[in-house]
């Protein structure tokens, strides 16, 4: 995970399936990480049901543009914990 100022950042937490191993988060931190906006990503793993991937943002980022970064490194978003 990037250094970071917690005070400026936006917090995001998305739910996603499909992920296994170590390899799938760094496949998924990968992709999220590739977002201008995104200054880190933590992932909990939950082999088998929703590990919730938390993304930290210097701006809010669109739920089509993280379900396109997920998707795009092979795994599904199945729902966000925004509240
Ligand atoms: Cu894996």
């Not at 938390?54 to 729902?79: F, K, L, N, Q």
């Amino acid at each position: 995970m990037k250094e970071e100022d917690e005070m400026s950042n936006e917090i995001q937490e998305v739910l996603v399936t499909g992920m296994t191993c170590a390899h799938c988060v760094a496949s998924v931190t990968e992709e999220l990480s590739e977002l201008p906006e995104v200054r880190g990503v933590t992932v909990d793993l939950r082999v088998g049901g929703e590990s919730r991937v938390t993304i930290v943002t210097s701006a809010p980022v669109g739920d089509d543009r993280i379900r396109s970064a997920v998707e795009e490194a092979g795994y599904a978003v199945a729902g966000s914990t925004a509240e």
